[in-house]
Nanobody, 117 residues
């Protein structure tokens, strides 16, 4: 019954910013590594960033210095702040929750980010 719901996607010009949100329910939030992945047609889904319950983040090289992941434990929500967006950032962005202690993982349905002039 766990659910992840993404929001905040949209159309922005290169150099612009967006903040994505992932609201979770039905899981023990602190037990999960929360992450953001993205996918474009014809390509594999790739990891953008993730963060542990101890607030230890990991970023793909392509987004370092531009994207920031953070979590609000009180709201069971994780965010992705995206700055200086580039056309190659265009993708469907998915929220992911992976349990740190056993084999359990959940995905959201995705939100589309389009970076274009």
């Amino acid at each position: 019954q766990a659910q992840l719901v993404e929001s905040g996607g949209g159309l922005v010009q290169p150099g612009g910013s967006l903040r994505l949100s992932c609201a979770t329910s039905g899981l023990w939030f602190n037990a999960y590594v929360m992450g953001w992945y993205r996918q474009v047609p014809g390509k594999q889904r790739e990891m953008v960033t993730n963060i542990t319950s101890r607030d230890i983040p990991v970023y793909a090289e392509s987004v370092k210095g531009r994207f920031t992941i953070y979590r609000d434990t009180a709201k069971d929500t994780v965010y992705l702040q995206m700055n200086n967006l580039k056309p190659e950032d265009t993708a469907v962005y998915y929220c992911n929750a992976r349990n740190m202690y056993h084999n359990s993982e959940f995905w959201g349905k995705g939100t589309l980010v389009t970076v274009s002039s």
